[in-house]
Nanobody, 121 residues
Framework: VQLQASGGGLVQPGGSLRLSCAAPGRIFSSHVMGWFRQAPEKEREFVAAIRWGVGATYYAPSVEGRFTISRERAKNTVYLQMNSLKAEDTAVYFC???????????????WGQGTLVTVSS
């Protein structure tokens, strides 16, 4: 299963971007869709996740209150709305699919190709 992430780009500090991730095939209610990011020379880190069925959401402390994860079940698509962006949000953002909620990337079996977000003036 190849997830398709899109929506990255260059944005000024304080600006907003919305990332999208489309998943082919069926997503079960028990599945979890997540977003991770990897900044240059840093480890990949958890950003946010959503339970596909009930819509419960989870966030890393560094993005809570600024980022919002949501899903559109009819389109098999998950979104990451990013507001009040900071320079330290600059990274390649990946979407991923897991069988259950985790912040550990090893629990996510399927991944998108990544989309670059650059926050700079």
């Amino acid at each position: 299963v190849q997830l398709q992430a899109s929506g990255g780009g260059l944005v000024q500090p304080g600006g907003s971007l919305r990332l999208s991730c489309a998943a082919p095939g069926r997503i079960f209610s028990s599945h979890v869709m997540g977003w991770f990011r990897q900044a240059p020379e840093k480890e990949r880190e958890f950003v946010a996740a959503i339970r596909w069925g009930v819509g419960a959401t989870y966030y890393a402390p560094s993005v809570e209150g600024r980022f919002t994860i949501s899903r559109e079940r009819a389109k098999n698509t998950v979104y990451l709305q990013m507001n009040s962006l900071k320079a330290e949000d600059t990274a390649v953002y990946f979407c991923a699919l897991a069988n259950s909620y985790s912040t550990n990337q090893k629990e996510y079996r399927y991944w998108g190709q990544g989309t670059l977000v650059t926050v700079s003036s």
